[in-house]
């Protein structure tokens, strides 16, 4: 069954060479920094999973404290602008066509993927078919950037010899690396949060919050069990930034013994609003920071709560309509 | 109660801006240590985890496509396209951004979109520009447009996957149900996801709207 090994093998590669390009690109004495970062991911990401997890853990603490002393990404030229207009003219629509091939190859793989069979099992393993697909797309997408976005003849007619090749070769991954120090730690975040979502588990918090929860809950109160297990799924999704990491807990802990087994709610729409009321907590916290964080970091926004202000209305105004609707169906649809 | 002390490091270190990198290896240690492992199961946990959740990493694959697209002028194409249309408003904009990314994230395409794949090279660009058909926009007024794109994005997905039966949440809410005894149908474990997305987008719709008429 093909997984997931080999594009995460291959991203390890990718920050490798982000490592490397600081090593040798630049010249300054805070280059060894950057590069050690991105080269202790590199690390992590090609061989961690063949090493044993106290060095697994010792080198993501040496990642931790250079990103704690600070990153010093090398300054590259974002003041090349009118280069990019006069390119963005040359190029015109040229230049949207490997963008836009990234989520449609990454649809249509997931798709055509999932249905496969090799010797009776599914050849791409079901719960990856999406991250197969889109690192298919991603790496489609670069050859026909790299082709569409080739410079024209006469430009490559005016380098040396010997510099055009690495000049077209390593372009992306000069580019890539710029994203990558645009983001710095924050690229890695997700990451982290969701390791110290599994640690938090293996320690039982979850178990704790729940107990904390089930001991101030008055008896024969249906309706607030059921309002206890909304707002807990809430509160535990931003502390652990995660709803899938919320989720098995408070249904252990309150869901299933109180609400479906003391007072007959029906399981199915419980989870199911339940599971909707963690994504509003999602909308809510810099824990999350896949969806909060990073475009902090991509957009270059003023403060850490810049995306989370915004979702803030919505995401209130959904979580009570769901709290309204599970207060409607989840005892009822039971009976 | 005292693995419950790791809870508290996130709060404490979040509201006092530490760097949340730090923070969260800091809270990975007081729980543990507080769990009663050592120093050094707690650090083997971590490094198991952190290298168990590797797929995350993928994602960034899309770095060097986007970052050469952008070098080579994507950002400006976009921008140009979005100009020329006089009259295109922020809030239609994103409203329409909102129904696609949940209808497709709803079939089972939630790699459609995304904040590196499309809301820096595309959605935020496009934003930028349609406000500026509207005059000359002041510093504070960016950032802002690029934050909604961003929230946008993220309401769509979250308010759309949860339709689609295969999603990593509809499996893993029926996992946890079978466990639990009760033999859950994913058709009805996702029905219940419609009204909500049903709700959300016109919630978050009627707020893009509300902003453009400001």
Known sequence: MIGTQWACALTGAMFAGFALLHLFGRFDRARWRSAAFWGVYAVLLMVGPYLPDLLDGSLVLVMVGLAAIGLRPGRIGDEDARRRRDSARRLRGRLLVPALLVPLLAGLFSLLLRPLRWQGRALVDPAQVTLVALSLACIIALVAAMWLTRRPRYALLLMRRHQRLPHQMLAPLVEGRRLADAMGWAAVLPQMLAALGAVFVACGVGEAVSRLAAGVLPEAAPGLALLAYGLGMVALTIVTGNAFAAFPVMTAGIGLPLVVGRYGGDPVAMSSLGMLAGYCGTLLTPMAATFNIVPVALLGLPSRWSVIRVQAPTGAAVLVFILILMQCVVYRSAT | ?214
């Open chain 2, 1 to 214: 109660m005292l693995v419950l002390s790791g809870v508290a490091v996130i709060i404490i270190g979040f509201a006092l801006g530490v760097n949340p990198l730090l923070v969260t290896v800091l809270a990975a240690l007081a729980s543990g240590l507080a769990s009663g492992q050592g120093v050094g199961a707690t650090v083997a946990a971590l490094g198991h985890a952190f290298v168990h959740d590797d797929f995350i990493a993928i994602g960034w694959l899309v770095l060097p496509v986007i970052g050469l697209l952008e070098s080579r002028g994507l950002r400006e194409r976009v921008r140009l396209l979005v100009a020329r249309r006089a009259g295109v408003r922020v809030g239609r904009l994103l409203v329409s951004y909102l129904a696609v990314r949940q209808v497709s994230a709803a079939i089972g395409l939630s790699a459609i979109g995304g904040q590196a794949q499309s809301v820096r090279p595309v959605l935020a660009p496009m934003v930028e520009a349609a406000a500026e058909t509207a005059g000359p926009l002041d510093a504070s007024a960016r950032p802002r447009l690029r934050a909604w794109a961003a929230a946008t994005d993220n309401i769509g997905l979250f308010f759309g996957e949860d339709v689609f039966l295969a999603m990593g949440a509809v499996l893993l809410m029926r996992g946890m149900l079978l466990q639990a005894g009760v033999a859950a149908d994913p058709w009805r474990l996702s029905l219940w996801a419609v009204p909500v997305a049903v709700f959300a987008f016109l919630a978050h719709a009627a707020r893009l709207l509300r902003r453009d008429r400001r």
